[in-house]
C-alpha cells in the first residue's frame, strides 16, 4: 500500500473526485449599483466586463484531463496524470498537456528523488517525487511542485470576475500573456484593481496576482472588501 503526500494539499483531491459537468463561470451573484470610475489613480488597459466561459472548475476539471489511470496501471503512468492534473488545475483552462520522468520511470527507492516534467501547450512545468523510509507495509512518498508553474491571462481575467465582480462594478487588469511560466506562489508582477470608496472618493485598488495549489491568487489570497 502507497500514501501519496502531495504539497498541493486537501482541496486538490476535491478536484479529482468530484467529476465532469457544469458551468465554468461562477457567475451567480449579482452584481454591485452602477457607479462612475474613479478618476483618480493609474486605471490599467484591459476591462474585465464579463465572466470567461472556460474557466476550469471543480466539476469540470476532469473533463479536461485524458481519463484516470486505472488502479492496475503502472505507478509511474499514474503519478504523471496526477502531475498533469495539477498543472492544468493550476493553469484554469484546459491545455494540451503531456508527461516524463527521467530515466523514463519513477525510483520507489527510499531517499531517491525523481525529476518529472509536465508540458502545458508547450510549456514546460517540473515537478519531483521522493519516496521516504518504509512504515511497516506503507510506502510514503510526497510529489512535490519544483517551484514552477504556467499562467494565463484567460485564468487572470475569469477568476478576477468570478471573485471581484460582486465588490465592484469597475474591474481591470494589467496585459497578461496568453501564456507564460512563472514562480510557483510568489508575485507574478502582474496586477488587476478594482473600484472602491475611499474617504468618499471612488479610487482603484491595485491586488497582486500569484499562482498557488488551486490556481490564481489575487492580493495573497485575501477575500475582496466591499468598497
Request: include cysteine; charged fraction near 20%.
Amino acid at each position: 500500500m502507497r500514501i501519496g503526500r502531495t504539497l498541493l494539499g486537501i482541496a486538490m483531491i476535491a478536484l479529482v473526485t468530484a467529476g465532469c459537468g457544469g458551468s465554468g463561470s461562477h457567475d451567480n451573484a449579482s452584481r454591485p449599483a452602477d457607479t462612475a470610475p474613479p478618476k483618480s489613480g493609474k486605471e490599467l488597459p484591459i476591462a474585465i466586463t464579463s465572466a470567461e466561459p472556460g474557466l476550469l472548475t471543480v466539476k469540470t476539471l476532469l473533463c479536461a484531463l485524458p481519463p484516470e489511470p486505472t488502479d492496475d496501471a503502472a505507478f509511474t503512468e499514474r503519478v504523471l496524470w496526477t502531475m498533469r492534473k495539477h498543472t492544468v488545475a493550476m493553469a484554469g483552462i484546459p491545455g494540451r498537456t503531456s508527461a516524463a520522468c527521467e530515466g523514463g520511470k519513477v525510483s520507489e527507492k527510499p531517499g531517491v528523488t525523481t525529476r518529472c516534467t509536465v508540458t502545458y501547450n508547450g510549456v514546460k512545468v517540473p515537478w519531483s517525487i521522493r519516496f521516504e523510509e518504509p512504515a511497516g507495509d506503507l510506502k510514503p512518498y510526497e510529489i512535490t511542485n519544483a517551484g514552477q508553474t504556467v499562467l494565463t491571462a484567460k485564468s487572470v481575467y475569469g477568476e478576477f470576475w468570478r471573485e471581484y465582480n460582486r465588490v465592484s462594478k469597475h474591474l481591470r487588469c494589467g496585459k497578461v500573456p496568453d501564456l507564460e511560466l512563472v514562480a510557483y506562489g510568489q508575485d507574478t508582477g502582474h496586477r488587476c484593481q478594482y473600484a472602491s470608496s475611499i474617504d468618499g472618493k471612488a479610487r482603484w485598488v491595485n491586488v497582486p496576482v500569484s499562482v498557488g495549489e488551486r490556481g490564481v491568487i489575487f492580493d495573497n489570497g485575501r477575500s475582496p472588501e466591499s468598497p
